[in-house]
Structure formats: structure tokens, C-alpha cells
């Protein structure tokens, strides 16, 4: 079921946005309909990663799924998840938030990671990085510590009038 994802422009959302998410402890079918209303939503809305605290469940999973060209991201479910290591290489690139909609931003971003986690059922799993996927995963784990995007953009936030066409804002 696709839900509302939390917009940070609504004052009592934001707050929730700030929060730290809870872990999960208990695995089971809610788990993974949770899991499912994330997919539904974070697809209704174009996106390629979300966390639970955006569509108002303040519990640590987050989900990624791209399919386009060569940067693919498989469909993938953490709950719990912590990033064990980063590359000290970083890379500054283009991020947006589903809780921003049309604002971006420059960000700097280990290039490599490793992370571990639970899946819906609760087994551990343990996987490497690189790329869009490991923006996308530090993205979301951001979320789940109450910290946005914008609190890491360098320089100005800009939306996209045209494909062609910004404007600061």
C-alpha cells in the first residue's frame, strides 16, 4: 500500500524527520508489509531509496531499488542497518530527498562503503558498496539518524525548473 511519504516543508513532519529511528526487534509479517508500503511508495514517487521514518514509522529499515541503465541498484531491504567501513575516497555529487521534492543539492559522500544488516526475517546480511548504491544507502541511514541532506549540501540548494534550467533557491 503506498502511504504519504513526510514532507520537511510541514513543520510537525520535519520534527518527525529529526528523530532518531527506533531498531526492530520483532520480524514478521508486519515487517514485511512494511517493507512493501515502502516499495509501493518510495515507487509512486519516483524515487530510488526510502526509509521508514519518511513515511512516518520511526523504525530503522530502509529500502533501494533502481533499475535504470548501467547504475542499477537491486531491490533490497535493510532493517537495522550501520555502515562497518568507508572508503577515505569521497565524492562530491547531485542529491535530492523524496521529503524535498524538486530541491537538490551538492553532497560528499564516501565513494565505497561496506554495511551490515537484517533482512525482513531477520538474517544477517553483510555487503559492499560503491557508487549510486552506497550514496543511496548512507542517504537512508542518514534519514534513520535524524540527519538530512540538506544538513550535508555544499553550496547552494537548487531546484530544476527545466531539465535544462536551475534556479537557487
Request: with cysteine.
Amino acid at each position: 500500500m503506498k502511504r504519504k511519504i513526510l514532507l520537511a516543508e510541514v513543520s510537525d513532519q520535519l520534527s518527525m524527520l529529526r528523530k532518531i529511528s527506533k531498531p526492530i526487534k520483532e520480524f514478521g509479517a508486519s515487517t514485511s508489509a512494511l517493507a512493501t508500503d515502502m516499495f509501493d511508495s518510495m515507487h509512486a514517487a519516483k524515487g530510488v531509496g526510502l526509509s521508514a521514518v519518511q513515511i512516518g514509522v520511526p523504525e530503522r529499515m530502509i529500502v533501494a531499488e533502481y533499475t535504470e541503465a548501467k547504475s542499477a541498484v537491486p531491490k533490497m531491504v535493510l532493517v537495522n542497518p550501520e555502515i562497518t567501513w568507508s572508503s577515505k575516497r569521497q565524492v562530491l555529487d547531485e542529491e535530492g530527498c523524496l521529503s524535498f521534492p524538486n530541491i537538490y543539492g551538492m553532497v560528499r559522500r564516501p565513494e565505497k562503503i561496506t554495511y551490515k544488516a537484517l533482512d525482513p526475517k531477520g538474517q544477517i546480511i553483510e555487503g559492499k558498496a560503491s557508487g549510486l548504491l552506497a550514496r543511496i544507502i548512507q542517504h537512508e541511514i542518514d534519514h534513520l539518524n535524524g540527519v538530512l541532506f540538506i544538513d550535508l549540501v555544499e553550496g547552494d540548494l537548487y531546484t530544476y525548473e527545466t531539465q535544462n534550467d536551475t534556479k537557487e533557491i
